[in-house]
């Protein structure tokens, strides 16, 4: 199985409350708490185990999903899938997140009119495996709705910690019970091994 996890950072992975606890917000600009707190949803979406009813979940079994984190946030301008690519922002993000078991896959395009969703929607259309699930971890709402998104996205707050603990359940959730027309977009791509 393989489910993608799209991850803003300013407002997910940082906060004001972290900021308050920090000297400087240049050389912390990742909270390693909220970090781990994704990484925790990603190691209980690789247990994830199908079923018959797409409207519950389970844990468990022996394989080991795939879940690769997509950055939306507008930190993915100095982002690469190629280290020698980033610039100090993208390599500080990068190895904030890998230190703490998140490992950054890829990154959306930017559309010309600047919507998330529609590079979301894109990327989902595009991308060359099955996706049996995702989820939008962002604290800011770009019409989620108007996009038939919003039942995928956990608002997170920049006010207060970010990806909090008692998101991890509700995002699971929504990784587990993918919308409908999420066949449509896997018609004729390969299951990703």
């Not at 020698?84 to 930017?110: I, W």
């Not at 939008?136 to 207060?160: C, G, H, M, P």
Request: aromatic share 12%.
């Amino acid at each position: 199985m393989h489910y993608l996890l799209f991850l803003d950072v300013d407002g997910v992975l940082n906060s004001m409350s972290f900021y308050h606890s920090v000297e400087s917000i240049t050389e912390n600009p990742v909270d390693p708490e909220a970090v781990k707190r994704v990484a925790k949803l990603i190691k209980l979406t690789e247990q994830l185990k199908p079923s018959g009813n797409s409207n519950s979940q389970e844990r468990g079994g022996v394989s080991r999903n795939t879940v690769n984190v997509i950055l939306t946030s507008s930190w993915r301008v100095g982002w690469n899938k190629d280290p020698k690519l980033q610039d100090t922002a993208g390599r500080m993000l990068d190895n904030t997140c890998a230190m703490y078991g998140v490992r950054l896959y890829d990154k959306t395009g930017v559309s010309q009119i600047g919507d998330r969703p529609v590079e979301v929607l894109e990327y989902l259309r595009k991308y060359p495996y099955r996706v049996n699930g995702f989820v939008i971890l962002d604290d800011a709402n770009f019409f989620w709705e108007k996009y038939r998104l919003s039942e995928w996205w956990v608002q997170t707050s920049f006010k207060q910690d970010g990806f909090q603990e008692s998101m991890i359940e509700p995002a699971l959730s929504m990784l587990a019970n993918p919308p409908w027309w999420l066949k449509l977009f896997n018609i004729g791509k390969k299951k990703h091994t």
